[in-house]
Nanobody, 116 residues
Framework: QVQLVESGGGLVQAGGSLRLSCTAS????????MGWYRQAPGKEREVVATISAGGSRRMLAAFVRGRFTISRDNAKNTVYLQMNSLQAEDTAVYYC?????????WGQGTQVTVSS
């Protein structure tokens, strides 16, 4: 069973940057598209970005386009989310998982808090 461990969150001022990492156990990681999700208090989980298995195709939600970048290193079983120009509205717990359903077990996520 694949286990997902997210890290890199923290407290940052508006306009700042963070780089999130998600490391997956299991050798099938490189065969799977992956995505980043977030869930703010009182809101449903939403997709932030996705990346294809080989990394050539990427999707960013409109609300982060131009500010966030998704990438992956299959040799390290890791997917990244570079977040720049952070806004208070980006405050949430961030998770990684496969896109489109058939999810792995969800990890604990990493908290991102942006102070305005």
């Amino acid at each position: 069973q694949v286990q997902l461990v997210e890290s890199g969150g923290g407290l940052v001022q508006a306009g700042g940057s963070l780089r999130l990492s998600c490391t997956a156990s299991g050798s099938i990681f490189s065969s799977d598209a992956m995505g980043w999700y977030r869930q703010a208090p009182g809101k449903e989980r939403e997709v932030v970005a996705t990346i294809s298995a080989g990394g050539s195709r990427r999707m960013l939600a409109a609300f982060v386009r131009g500010r966030f970048t998704i990438s992956r290193d299959n040799a390290k079983n890791t997917v990244y989310l570079q977040m720049n120009s952070l806004q208070a509205e980006d405050t949430a717990v961030y998770y990684c998982n496969k896109p489109g359903g058939l999810y792995y077990d969800w990890g604990q996520g990493t908290q991102v808090t942006v102070s305005s």
